[in-house]
């Protein structure tokens, strides 16, 4: 009887584990993307798109302190009234959300089909890797910032990139007249999107598929934007080709050889390819959540890693030291001055607050003057939001409100 009861156990457990796992209805190259079979498909992403792996090292983990007694739950703050941070976390789709205080693992909460073990879609967390990535290849003098694309890359010469420094590309100061409107099927990041072979359906109508080694050289030059902050995706890729050119390595290689493996990553990333074999630097990685979190490590403590320096100091004191003089385009909460820095948002709040940012919500909160790491993965139904109160002014909130409750 006792083996019958077993039995019937494990069929429930296992049924149960299939059930969240198993693939909905619908999901296609014009949906996954998008609510709510995005939720299930940025967990899932290896099952849609062609990726190329991010090796971590099973020699070199690094364990996050305090990830066994963290708690499931936290009491916050929101717009004045004292909630739980998982009824919180419902509101704006949020997939998990783990918070590190004084380099301890002190929050970790999943929802969705999120797992410790799962990887999702960072979108453009990855940029902030990609930048990373680019800082250790400048200090190793495989790449001279000061030089132009076309110096690297001969492929772009002709391209709204050609000309421009790679130091402009990675504050998104370049002359490309890259259009970032999601929804606006014309809008360049969706014909690249089209082109990559990652968007499929109405939005891609009268679209050849053909790859980031033919689409990025055809982007047009815009002079008037020289200097001038304008975010652009495309200028991502344009870096990770360049990095290419610089080292003889593929993107996702340099990836794992100077980030991934040096973090002490606990499982293998993935990125995105096109069908031209382009990696997607500018938003294409999947990890887990914990190996998110030693990224955040990583850029809180300055770029090192125990007694190893991974990233410059230097270039993480830079990012953390902007005093955001130089012109904003977009709105500004009172008393802050924001600024982009080497593919990282600074909040601009006085106190050193910068994050890593993701469309549908996929964030690095990484704040020095309270020693305070969070990183959250979300699923908004669409770029910006796509339902009543979800979208970036509420995510923040909820990662201020942790950092606030923590403190």
């Given at each position: 009887m006792k083996t019958n009861v077993t039995v019937l156990l494990l069929l429930c457990c296992s049924t149960a584990a299939a059930t969240e796992d198993g693939r909905p209805d619908g999901v296609a190259g014009d949906t996954w993307q998008f609510g709510p079979l995005n939720r299930w498909a940025y967990t899932h992403i290896r099952e849609i798109l062609p990726t190329k792996d991010i090796p971590n090292s099973s020699h070199s983990v690094r364990p996050l302190p305090g990830i066994e007694t963290a708690k499931k739950d936290l009491e916050i703050t929101l717009a004045g009234r004292r909630v739980s941070l998982a009824e919180a976390m419902g509101t704006q789709y949020v997939d998990g959300l783990l918070a590190l205080k004084n380099g301890k693992a002190v929050v970790e909460i999943y929802a969705g089909t999120l797992t410790p073990q799962r990887p999702h879609l960072m979108w453009s967390v990855t940029k902030t890797v990609t930048g990373l990535t680019a800082a250790s290849v400048e200090a190793d003098g495989l790449v001279d910032l000061n030089k132009t694309v076309a110096d690297y890359v001969p492929e772009l010469a002709g391209s709204g990139w050609g000309g421009d420094?790679?130091?402009?590309?990675?504050?998104?100061?370049?002359?490309?007249?890259?259009?970032?409107?999601?929804?606006?099927?014309?809008?360049?990041?969706?014909?690249?999107d089209c082109a990559d072979g990652l968007l499929t359906g109405p939005m891609c109508i009268d679209s050849e598929v053909i790859g980031n080694y033919k689409f990025l050289p055809a982007v047009g030059h815009d002079p008037s934007r020289?200097?001038?902050?304008?975010?652009?995706?495309?200028?991502?890729?344009?870096?990770?080709?360049?990095?290419?050119a610089a080292t003889g390595k593929r993107f996702a290689d340099l990836v794992s050889e100077r980030i991934w493996k040096p973090i002490g990553a606990e499982r293998s990333a993935d990125i995105t390819v096109d069908v031209s074999g382009f990696t997607l630097a500018s938003g294409g990685m999947s990890a887990t959540l914990r190996d998110i979190a030693r990224v955040g490590l990583l850029m809180i403590n300055k770029g090192g890693v125990g007694d190893q320096q991974v990233v410059p100091e230097a270039w993480m004191d830079d990012v953390f030291s902007r005093d955001g003089s130089r012109p904003w385009p977009g709105d500004a909460a009172i008393g802050t001055k924001p600024y982009y820095r080497s593919f990282i948002w600074g909040t601009g709040d006085g106190r050193g607050t910068v994050m890593a940012q993701g469309v549908h919500g996929q964030y690095i909160y990484v704040a020095p003057a309270s020693d305070t790491v969070i990183a959250m993965f979300s699923s908004w139904p669409n770029a910006?939001?796509?339902?009543?109160?979800?979208?970036?002014?509420?995510?923040?909130?909820?990662?201020?409100?942790?950092?606030q409750a923590l403190n």
């Open positions: 420094r790679i130091r402009d590309l990675l504050d998104m100061r370049d002359s490309s007249d890259w259009n970032e409107d999601y929804d606006a099927p014309e809008s360049t990041v969706r014909r690249q020289s200097g001038q902050f304008v975010y652009k995706s495309g200028t991502t890729d344009v870096v990770a080709w360049v990095l290419e910006d939001g796509g339902a009543a109160g979800v979208g970036a002014p509420g995510a923040v909130a909820i990662l201020r409100a942790v950092e």
